[in-house]
């Protein structure tokens, strides 16, 4: 079983930037890739991006390509999700999720077997 956790978020006005970070435990991370997912009220959850068991494979979203940039640190055992250029549709709450099998980062909720409870982002116009 593999517990996680994201804190960061928080109210932002447009333009500006939050850092968000999500901490596991329970497995052995470094062998996990890692991503992120928004579900904004009413909507389904999006894939924003993920990066693999080394950071050497990431894949992004197209509406956050350029502005979003997802890290990992294998000793902390957390993965950073940098929000640039916040717009406000980037408003939702963010969850982290873990792939226990597969190297691909994927965009389909379905291949993450953990998850997080989410950390809310409202980004103000």
């Known amino acids: 079983q593999v517990q996680v956790e994201e804190s960061g978020g928080g109210l932002v006005q447009a333009g500006g930037s939050l850092r968000l970070s999500c901490a596991a435990s329970g497995g052995t991370f470094s062998r996990y890739l890692m991503g992120w997912f928004r579900q904004a009220p009413g909507k389904e959850r999006e894939f924003v991006g993920a990066i693999n068991w080394n950071g050497g494979w990431k894949n992004y979203a197209d509406s956050v390509k350029g502005r979003f940039t997802i890290s990992r640190d294998n000793f902390k055992n957390t993965v950073d999700l940098q929000m640039n250029s916040l717009k406000p549709e980037d408003t939702a709450v963010y969850h982290c999720?873990?792939?226990?099998?597969?190297?691909?980062?994927?965009?389909?909720?379905?291949?993450?077997?953990?998850w997080g409870q989410g950390t809310q982002v409202t980004v103000s116009s």
């Open positions: 999720a873990v792939r226990v099998f597969g190297d691909y980062p994927s965009t389909r909720p379905s291949d993450y077997t953990y």
